[in-house]
């Protein structure tokens, strides 16, 4: 039984202790909480985007970043100051709660 969300390598899964999944358009953010090998835990943050090469072969174009413990504060307040300045400045409207984030646990398949 494959227990990899689309387009991941398996070896990825085996230390993700939490997930939840954001499909947004043609996109889908996965945010997966791993933990090391001394048992702290990490955030991974994953886009991945279903694409077709030169022949049409699907493959999925993924982009991840890391974020640590010691940085879970500042990114978080980070974070919130520029979605402020975003929602206060920016003149193109858009539209909140258009997606709707699921949990997966780390051996679910996300279809």
């Known amino acids: 039984m494959d227990n990899s969300h689309p387009g991941r390598a398996n070896s990825r899964e085996a230390d993700c202790v939490y997930s939840k999944a954001m499909r947004a358009g043609k ?24 694409r077709s090469d030169d022949r049409g072969e699907p493959f999925f174009e993924k982009h ?9 504060d500042q990114f978080t307040d980070v974070l919130q100051d520029v979605l402020t300045y975003i929602r206060e400045n920016n003149t193109v409207p858009y539209f909140e709660n258009q997606y709707h984030a699921e949990t997966v646990g780390p051996l679910k398949e996300i279809n």
Do not use: C, M, P
């Not at 996109?27 to 279903?50: A, G, P």
């Not at 991840?64 to 879970?72: A, R, V």
């Open 27 to 50: 996109r889908t953010y996965f945010f997966d909480v791993k933990s090391t090998r001394s048992n702290q835990y990490y955030l991974t943050i994953t886009e991945s985007k279903k």
């Open 64 to 72: 991840t970043i890391f974020l640590y413990g010691e940085d879970f």
